[in-house]
């Protein structure tokens, strides 16, 4: 505990001179949920963590992975939501909490407020390859009520999504709701952007589209969305949750039928409900 914290201040003393300070936020619907008692030190605690072997040492202005590549902490840019999606460092990445537990309001989230929707690129790239045949020798077979279903095997991504198949197995009704997958591995970009989905990584799965609602569907612009009525059942969001994946549900550009691997978001998400949730 006592290397834990001397390295924490360490890391505060110089994240200050190089403008790493705790993220606050910015007063707008976008930056709701961003102030908390979850500073970014130990949000990137919380990203180290998530993914054993994966990141070698957390330095003042960047992550280093176990390969060896930096990935810088902030690039010093102010962005609004549009540039952080286009350009993400992992403090944008980082910035918003996704809300989990007793801070779920279950209240329709503000403007821009896209918790795991954010993704720095470079950090993707070093943690589940760099270009499609990399990522696809990371993928193994996972089976999901029947199907035999591509998925990482980067940071137990695999394993976390057999273990929600095996809770939901539990509960025949939810089934409808399950199957027919409409995909995890797809090397492809974000629709309408030039962004890869976390589908490229064999990071994501898609649920029955029958249910699904997409702000794209809607007639949705980026910022003006219009709110949708959820189809799918909590069990499921909460099965998903609890085993490490975010849902495209909670996004206020919402993707109902998603869901993504991202266990640093769980984590910082509880420990935002452990210290009272951080304000809206």
């Given at each position: 505990?006592?290397v834990?914290?001397?390295?924490?201040?360490?890391?505060?003393?110089?994240?200050?001179?190089?403008?790493?300070l705790?993220?606050?936020?910015?007063?707008?619907?976008?930056?709701?949920?961003?102030?908390?008692s979850?500073?970014?030190?130990?949000?990137?605690?919380?990203?180290?963590?998530?993914y054993?072997?994966?990141?070698?040492?957390?330095e003042?202005?960047?992550?280093?992975?176990?390969?060896?590549?930096?990935?810088?902490?902030?690039?010093?840019?102010?962005?609004?939501h549009?540039?952080?999606?286009?350009?993400?460092?992992?403090?944008?990445?980082?910035s918003?909490?996704?809300?989990?537990?007793?801070c779920?309001?279950?209240?329709?989230?503000?403007?821009?407020?896209?918790?795991?929707?954010?993704?720095?690129?470079a950090?993707?790239?070093?943690?589940?390859g760099?270009?499609?045949?990399?990522?696809?020798?990371?993928?193994?077979?996972?089976?999901?009520?029947?199907?035999?279903?591509?998925?990482?095997?980067?940071?137990?991504?695999?394993?976390?999504?057999?273990?929600?198949?095996k809770?939901?197995?539990?509960?025949a009704?939810?089934?409808?709701?399950?199957?027919?997958?409409?995909?995890t591995?797809?090397?492809?970009?974000?629709?309408?952007t030039?962004?890869?989905?976390?589908?490229?990584?064999?990071?994501?799965?898609?649920l029955?589209?029958?249910?699904?609602?997409?702000?794209?569907?809607?007639?949705?612009?980026?910022g003006?969305?219009?709110?949708?009525?959820?189809?799918?059942?909590?069990?499921?969001?909460?099965?998903?949750?609890?085993?490490?994946?975010?849902?495209?549900?909670?996004?206020?550009?919402?993707?109902?039928?998603?869901?993504?691997?991202?266990?640093?978001?769980?984590?910082i998400?509880?420990?935002a409900?452990?210290?009272?949730?951080?304000?809206?």
């Amino acid at each position: 505990m006592a290397v834990r914290t001397s390295l924490h201040a360490l890391w505060q003393a110089a994240a200050v001179s190089a403008f790493l300070l705790p993220v606050v936020a910015a007063g707008t619907a976008s930056g709701a949920f961003a102030a908390s008692s979850v500073p970014l030190f130990d949000r990137l605690e919380a990203l180290s963590a998530a993914y054993p072997g994966a990141v070698a040492s957390i330095e003042p202005d960047a992550v280093v992975m176990a390969g060896g590549s930096r990935i810088a902490i902030d690039d010093g840019r102010a962005k609004d939501h549009e540039a952080k999606l286009a350009d993400a460092d992992l403090e944008d990445m980082l910035s918003q909490i996704y809300p989990i537990g007793a801070c779920d309001t279950g209240r329709p989230p503000p403007r821009n407020f896209d918790p795991g929707r954010i993704r720095d690129d470079a950090f993707f790239r070093a943690l589940y390859g760099a270009a499609k045949p990399a990522a696809a020798s990371r993928l193994v077979t996972v089976d999901w009520f029947g199907a035999k279903l591509p998925f990482s095997r980067v940071g137990g991504a695999d394993e976390a999504l057999r273990a929600v198949e095996k809770e939901l197995s539990a509960d025949a009704a939810l089934k409808k709701y399950l199957v027919p997958s409409a995909g995890t591995f797809n090397w492809r970009v974000v629709a309408g952007t030039s962004r890869l989905s976390a589908h490229s990584f064999g990071a994501a799965i898609d649920l029955n589209t029958k249910f699904a609602d997409y702000w794209l569907w809607s007639g949705g612009k980026p910022g003006n969305v219009p709110h949708y009525s959820n189809k799918f059942p909590k069990a499921i969001v909460t099965a998903f949750e609890r085993h490490g994946f975010v849902w495209g549900g909670k996004w206020y550009h919402y993707d109902t039928m998603h869901f993504e691997y991202r266990p640093e978001l769980i984590a910082i998400g509880r420990l935002a409900e452990a210290r009272g949730c951080p304000p809206e």
